[in-house]
């Protein structure tokens, strides 16, 4: 079960990065999980995503953007 868990949020990592380069204005990744710690680090090497990819720990039931989002996409389990 560890092994899909990983592999799902990892691909949500992927998610982010897609639509980046897909040429997405601005991406708020929101993950409940651990993965925040490594997409922080991920995001803090490249400045070119520091600058278009906000990473925000907690469900996405609770958060609150601060402008109006185009699309959404949630990894259901």
Known sequence: MLQLLRTVQIS??????????????HVYAVEAS????????????????RERITVIKGKVED????????????GAI
């Open 12 to 25: 949500m990592v992927v998610w982010w990065l897609m639509l980046v380069l897909a040429g997405a204005k």
């Open 63 to 74: 958060v609150e953007l601060h402008e109006k989002a185009g699309i959404l996409i949630s």
């Open 34 to 49: 651990e993965m925040t710690e490594y997409a922080h680090r991920l995001i803090a090497r490249n400045p070119s995503l």
